[in-house]
């Protein structure tokens, strides 16, 4: 008897890489292949189990000639191939705005400068040998900045090593590496100060280059509701059915048709979650992207929910969850092209649900009689941007309704549960998102403009 073991294992490192097309249904990721703190559009993603985002492909079987029992009695023909799934993600805020501005379809940035006087930490200076040091010749204002550092000039790949405190004056560093001059980097670390940075090794092509520093405290992302979405490129890694751990599968002109994000608030391990689903083209193999090691991954935990309501405080929900239907598909039509041709956008909406813990009966009745309410939900996350300033998402309800309330018992307090939906204002059609965080405006296909 053989005794080969056939226990399966565990050894598939499967990944997802997300980029916003800036160029709709364009080449992944429209000409840009970098991540976001390489001055490109790639994000990495933490999902919370493997994602079910596959191929599809349909198969039509005619049915059988009269008289006889059996149902399929010819070989199918293809029909159409398409890419669809979806998966869980803990929230963090590299990703939560690409997840909010494909359902929703429209962003603006703000950015907001770092430096005592407008942006700038260091003027150019000459990039000439490996192993070259920088200072700064301004220190980062208001107790953090994330560092632009723009290399300019003619050059090859290289690395920068940043030492320097973050916003609590804990010492600490980071690694960039870059693939070629011209290029913008970004830190993923916010730092007070920086006691310098090091140039690691770059190569050379035809000229020396130069670099530059700007400090940046934070940017704040603004998504509300627009007429067209994005499309997004996803890149699936290490699937077995690639055929070698060098390739990976590669899905364009994806867009999310529905976002549901889940708040446990009362929950004691309790993590914000959320989950897209998306419908694009079917992938391609291609050569798998190189996966940088990133800094630490900075979950939300659920207990940061803050609720205003009628502008007034009440911060004792332990339980919400939103849901936008985006409207969002591909159209198939009779043009000879067995994929999808082109990204639909239909109507959208915004709907939820919520526990809230009762005081009194006063309470109950002003809960009960609601009609039209001005939602504004805040989570303030532990994550430092600067030393009063941390990364958190606002969003404003203004014109929100109340449907299917309950009361139930909730360990012997009094628990009020309800859906609300939102109806279009004049102010913020659904709902108007603000995600403040250290995540450039070009990860989201945007550009970073810095202010005086």
Not at 40 to 59: A, C, I, K, M, N
Not at 275 to 291: F, M, Q, R
Not at 294 to 318: E, F, G, H, M
Request: glycine share 10%; aromatic share 10%; net charge negative.
């Amino acid at each position: 008897m053989s005794t080969q073991d056939f226990t399966p294992k565990d050894v598939f490192s499967q990944g997802l890489l997300v980029a916003v097309e800036t160029d709709q249904r364009g080449e992944a990721p429209s000409g840009n292949n970098l991540f976001w703190f390489q001055g490109g559009t790639w994000v990495q993603v933490v999902t919370q189990d493997l994602p079910s985002l596959y191929d599809r492909q349909e198969l039509i079987f005619p049915a059988g000639h009269a008289g006889k029992r059996s149902m399929n009695t010819q070989p199918p023909v293809q029909g159409r191939r398409w890419g669809d799934g979806g998966f869980t993600t803990v929230v963090t805020s590299e990703f939560l705005g690409h997840l909010l501005y494909g359902a929703l379809g429209a962003a603006s940035h703000n950015t907001v400068p770092g430096a005592t006087v407008g942006s700038a930490l260091m003027a150019s200076s000459g990039v000439e040998a490996d192993t070259q040091q920088f200072a700064l010749e301004h220190q980062p204002s208001g107790g953090g900045a994330r560092l632009q550092i723009n290399l300019l000039g003619t050059g090859g790949s290289g690395g920068l090593r940043i030492a320097g405190n973050d916003p609590d004056g804990t010492a600490t560093s980071e690694t960039i590496t870059f693939d070629q001059f011209p290029t913008s980097l970004y830190t993923r670390t916010s730092f007070s100060s920086v006691t310098g940075i090091d140039m690691l090794s770059f190569e050379t092509a035809s000229a020396a280059g130069s670099i530059s520093v700007n400090g940046i405290s934070y940017w704040e992302h603004t998504f509300t509701a627009a007429t067209t979405n994005p499309t997004f490129s996803i890149e699936r890694l290490g699937d077995p059915a690639a055929g070698a751990t060098s390739k990976s599968f590669m899905h364009v002109g994806m867009v999310v048709t529905d976002l549901t994000m889940n708040n446990p608030a009362e929950a004691r391990d309790g993590v914000i979650t959320v989950e897209g689903n998306w419908e694009g083209d079917p992938s391609v193999t291609c050569n798998a992207k190189g996966v940088q090691e990133a800094s630490s991954i900075r979950i939300w935990p659920a207990w940061i929910l803050a609720l205003t309501r009628d502008n007034s405080v009440y911060n004792r929900v332990t339980n919400a969850t939103f849901s936008i239907p985006a409207g969002n598909r591909n159209y198939r039509s009779a043009a000879g092209v067995q994929t999808p041709q082109g990204s639909f956008y239909g109507a959208r909406e915004m709907t939820g649900a919520m526990d809230v813990l009762l005081a009194d009966e006063t309470e109950f009745n002003r809960w009960r009689g609601a009609s039209k309410q001005a939602f504004r939900m805040v989570w303030d996350s532990p994550w430092k941007l600067t030393s009063t300033i941390n990364e958190k998402l606002e969003a404003s309800m203004l014109n929100t309704y109340l449907e299917n309330t309950d009361t139930t018992d909730n360990d012997g307090m009094y628990m009020y549960s309800s859906d609300f939906r939102m109806v279009v204002d004049s102010a913020n059609d659904i709902v108007a998102f603000k995600l403040t965080n250290g995540i450039p405006a070009d990860a989201y296909g945007g550009s970073t403009v810095m202010g005086a």
